[in-house]
Structures are given as structure tokens and as C-alpha cells.
T-cell receptor, first 115, second 114 residues
Framework: RKEVEQDPGPFNVPEGATVAFNCTYS??????FFWYRQDCRKEPKLLMS???SGNEDGRFTAQLNRASQYISLLIRDSKLSDSATYLCVVNMGPFSGGSNYKLTFGKGTLLTVNP | EPEVTQTPSHQVTQMGQEVILRCVPI?????FYWYRQILGQKVEFLVSFYNNEISEKSEIFDDQFSVERPDGSNFTLKIRSTKLEDSAMYFC???FGWGAGEQFFGPGTRLTVL
């Protein structure tokens, strides 16, 4: 099983659609979870952290199910500017001593929002 | 808004040559990272650095790679003898703390090895 696995996509949706991204992770000891977005040939940028209680930021809702090792991202009322690759990212810590965390990325799901 | 900067934006080199990629992390951050992304593939962790030493490194980060924080502001990645397969986008990142703290990524250096 891959460490972080995402829907392969791509997704093509009209403006205003609701889009759902799914992700699973293999390490049950994983500690923190994120969704990043990456525009073509740019750096990953944090979209939101994901908490067990679920969290919402405007049109974006993220959920985590630790028992199923599953993370989701929902985008409502999608905009043209939402077109990007969405990366599921997991911090598989903890590590002992002075070590700090590394991020493990999924391959990403490309979203294109069409006018 | 503070940001991570990287230079150069694009580096072209011949196979076997040494390259140094430079990063200036956010000034009050304490943890520094290098990641790479081969075209069309996922972002992969290379190395993390804290308190002037490597905290963790991946299997990709072999003896050809080294990192340094030479002057308290720059953070560099050196590849001693580049291979064709080193062609990738290299991202520097920094974070204030460890644990769940957000890592901020620089815009990347595109390395092309001919």
C-alpha cells in the first residue's frame, strides 16, 4: 500500500460545482494531516490543516477519519481560480529526540474548473 | 508577508558537475527542509535540518548530497556530481517549530542536468 494515495483524477468540473477529493494513508501512527494546492510548476501552498473534528474554511471542508485512515477535502461552489493540483500531505511522525517532522505527499489530483 | 526565497530559479548543468542551490528561509524559523519533485511525479522529502545538523534524511539523500547553513541566513543544498536523474524541481521549506507546524515552501529551483 502506498504511503499516501489519492484519487488519480483528473477532475473537470463546471464553475459552481461541488468537488470531493479523497486520500488514504498507510501509517496509523501519522500525526498531522494537510491539504496543499500546487499550481502548475509552482511550489506547494498550504490550503488547510485537517483535524479529527473536521474543519471548514469558507468553501473548503476537510475531514479526517483516523479509524479508516482516510482524509477528504470538499470544495463547494468551485471557482475558476480553484483550478490546481490538490495534494494530500501527511506528517508521519513522531520521531524521537531532536528529530523534526517530514511531510509525505500524495501524487496529487488535478482539478480544472471550466467556465 | 515573510516568504522563503530560492536562487537560482533555473540551473542548467552538465552531468558530473557540482551545483549549489540556495535558499533563504523565513527569518525566525528554526527548521529547514529540502524536497524535490521530478516532472510529473510527487514531491519527495530529501532532508531536514535543525540546530546546524541534519535531523533526518531520505534514501535519496546519498553521499552526493550535502546541506549547509553557512552564515545564519542561507541554507544550501549541494550536489557534488550531478546525474541525469537529478533533474527535478528542488523546493526549500522552513518551519518555526516541529510537530504539526506548517512548512512554508520556496518557489523552487528547476535543475536540468544535460
Amino acid at each position: 500500500r502506498k504511503e499516501v494515495e489519492q484519487d488519480p483524477g483528473p477532475f473537470n468540473v463546471p464553475e459552481g460545482a461541488t468537488v470531493a477529493f479523497n486520500c488514504t494513508y498507510s501509517n496509523s501512527a501519522s500525526q498531522s494531516f494537510f491539504w496543499y494546492r500546487q499550481d502548475c510548476r509552482k511550489e506547494p501552498k498550504l490550503l488547510m490543516s485537517v483535524y479529527s473534528s473536521g474543519n471548514e474554511d469558507g468553501r473548503f471542508t476537510a475531514q479526517l477519519n483516523r479509524a479508516s485512515q482516510y482524509i477528504s477535502l470538499l470544495i463547494r461552489d468551485s471557482k475558476l481560480s480553484d483550478s490546481a493540483t490538490y495534494l494530500c500531505v501527511v506528517n508521519m511522525g513522531p520521531f524521537s529526540g531532536g528529530s523534526n517532522y517530514k511531510l509525505t505527499f500524495g501524487k496529487g489530483t488535478l482539478l480544472t474548473v471550466n467556465p | 508577508e515573510p516568504e522563503v526565497t530560492q536562487t537560482p530559479s533555473h540551473q542548467v548543468t552538465q552531468m558530473g558537475q557540482e551545483v549549489i542551490l540556495r535558499c533563504v528561509p523565513i527569518s525566525n524559523h528554526l527548521y529547514f527542509y529540502w524536497y524535490r519533485q521530478i516532472l510529473g511525479q510527487k514531491v519527495e522529502f530529501l532532508v531536514s535540518f535543525y540546530n546546524n545538523e541534519i535531523s533526518e534524511k531520505s534514501e535519496i539523500f546519498d553521499d552526493q548530497f550535502s546541506v549547509e547553513r553557512p552564515d545564519g541566513s542561507n541554507f544550501t543544498l549541494k550536489i557534488r556530481s550531478t546525474k541525469l536523474e537529478d533533474s527535478a524541481m528542488y523546493f526549500c521549506a522552513s518551519s518555526f517549530g516541529w510537530g504539526a507546524g506548517e512548512q512554508f515552501f520556496g518557489p523552487g529551483t528547476r535543475l536540468t542536468v544535460l
